[in-house]
């Protein structure tokens, strides 16, 4: 099993900068990738952001030149960095680790942008 605990969201405004932590622990050598997902209120959860065990990402075109994934190996967390924020960014965050079959989520942490 693995166990994800995110935190940085909040409320910010539109053009601003928050960073979401997701710190990993338990079976973590099993961890394929870990991501971050999204879901605004009626919309279906969506992919953010993903980084693979050996370092490769990809990011939804939305968040593309204004997101960043990273991971500290040494911490057992990733990170998501989030510039030029903007109102349809809202939505609550949900941090993923991929150890297929299974899946394992986060609690979650809202990102609210104003406008």
């Known amino acids: 099993q693995v166990q994800l605990v995110e935190s940085g969201g909040g409320l910010v405004q539109a053009g601003g900068s928050l960073r979401l932590s997701c710190a990993a622990s338990g079976s973590i050598f099993n961890i394929n990738a870990m991501g971050w997902y999204r879901q605004a209120p009626g919309k279906q959860r969506e992919l953010v952001a993903r980084i693979t065990r050996r370092g490769s990402t990809n990011y939804a075109d939305s968040v593309k030149g204004r997101f960043t994934i990273s991971r500290d190996n040494a911490k057992n967390t990733v990170y998501l960095q989030m510039n030029s924020l903007k109102p349809e960014d809202t939505a609550v965050y949900y941090c993923?680790?991929?150890?297929?079959?299974?899946?394992?989520w986060g609690q979650g942490t809202q990102v609210t942008v104003s406008s």
């Open positions: 993923n680790a991929d150890l297929a079959p299974l899946n394992y």
